[in-house]
């Protein structure tokens, strides 16, 4: 679900400058020379890293997004005019437009998860949260999207929370991993049903002498 953009809303900066300008001349080099529009996708992504970690330490805190003013710096940087910026931050739903919350849970309801339950997981977090979809929660800790294929159908049901992925979700774990969230404590990244990545639950089947030449952990 792509959310709404608002250049003008009242919570968008004046101005906005990166931090890190040896990064941004890094992000540039990789391209050949004339070609720094290529830039524009990292450094998009690094404006909006770079929001986020401001937002970890905030109070309230909030989660990366990239402000109207980011978009400007990026295209002043690569010598586009600013709509060339907003097209592509516009196109790409993993550029957040708007503030959103500490923890962007992206939950996945396409088919696979959602025949898979991922009907049950919004409503977890739905409830869990006291929020709907498209909602931040008022401590600005949790937003909650819903998006299509994140492409980890195998370890359905799943969502993306900022960068990590948590698989073979129920609504107990689900509800779980938002509890251990909010406190700070650590939580368990991947599957949360113990199965090792993508391999069987029911057990290393195949190459399992090749699998334990390389010492490879078996399913469980
Ligand atoms: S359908 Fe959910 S990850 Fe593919």
């Given at each position: 679900m792509k959310k709404p953009?608002?250049?003008?809303?009242?919570y968008?900066?004046?101005?906005?400058?990166?931090?890190?300008?040896?990064?941004?001349?890094?992000?540039?080099?990789?391209?050949?020379?004339?070609?720094?529009?290529?830039?524009?996708?990292?450094?998009?992504?690094?404006?909006?890293?770079?929001?986020?970690?401001?937002?970890?330490?905030?109070?309230p805190?909030y989660g990366?997004w990239?402000?109207?003013?980011?978009?400007?710096?990026?295209?002043?940087?690569?010598?586009?005019?600013?709509?060339?910026?907003?097209?592509?931050?516009?196109?790409?739903?993993?550029?957040n437009?708007e503030p959103v919350g500490k923890y962007l849970v992206q939950m996945?309801?396409?088919?696979?998860?959602?025949?898979?339950?991922?009907?049950?997981?919004v409503k977890t977090c739905e409830s869990q949260l006291g929020i709907h979809t498209g909602e931040t929660t008022g401590d600005g800790m949790f937003t909650l999207m819903e998006v299509?294929?994140?492409?980890?159908?195998?370890?359905?049901?799943?969502v993306?929370i900022?960068?990590?992925?948590?698989?073979?979700?129920?609504?107990?774990?689900?509800?779980?991993?938002l509890?251990?969230?909010?406190?700070?404590?650590?939580?368990?990244?991947?599957?949360?049903?113990?199965?090792?990545?993508?391999?069987?639950?029911?057990?290393?089947?195949?190459?399992?002498?090749?699998?334990?030449?390389?010492?490879?952990?078996?399913?469980?």
């Open positions: 953009v608002d250049l003008n809303a009242s968008q900066p004046s101005s906005f400058e990166f931090r890190d300008m040896d990064k941004v001349a890094e992000i540039i080099s990789r391209y050949p020379q004339g070609k720094q529009r290529s830039a524009i996708m990292p450094l998009l992504d690094l404006a909006q890293r770079q929001v986020g970690e401001d937002g970890a330490q905030a109070k805190p990366g990239i402000p109207r003013a980011a978009m400007d710096k990026v295209a002043e940087i690569v010598d586009v005019p600013p709509i060339k910026v907003y097209e592509v931050a516009t196109f790409y739903s993993m550029y437009l996945c309801t396409t088919t696979p998860c959602m025949l898979c339950g991922s009907g049950d997981i299509e294929c994140l492409g980890a159908c195998v370890n359905a049901p799943m993306q900022n960068d990590d992925y948590y698989e073979d979700l129920t609504p107990e774990s689900m509800k779980q991993l509890i251990e969230l909010k406190s700070g404590r650590p939580v368990t990244v991947g599957p949360q049903n113990g199965r090792v990545t993508s391999m069987s639950e029911a057990g290393t089947t195949t190459l399992v002498a090749q699998a334990d030449k390389l010492g490879v952990k078996k399913a469980v």
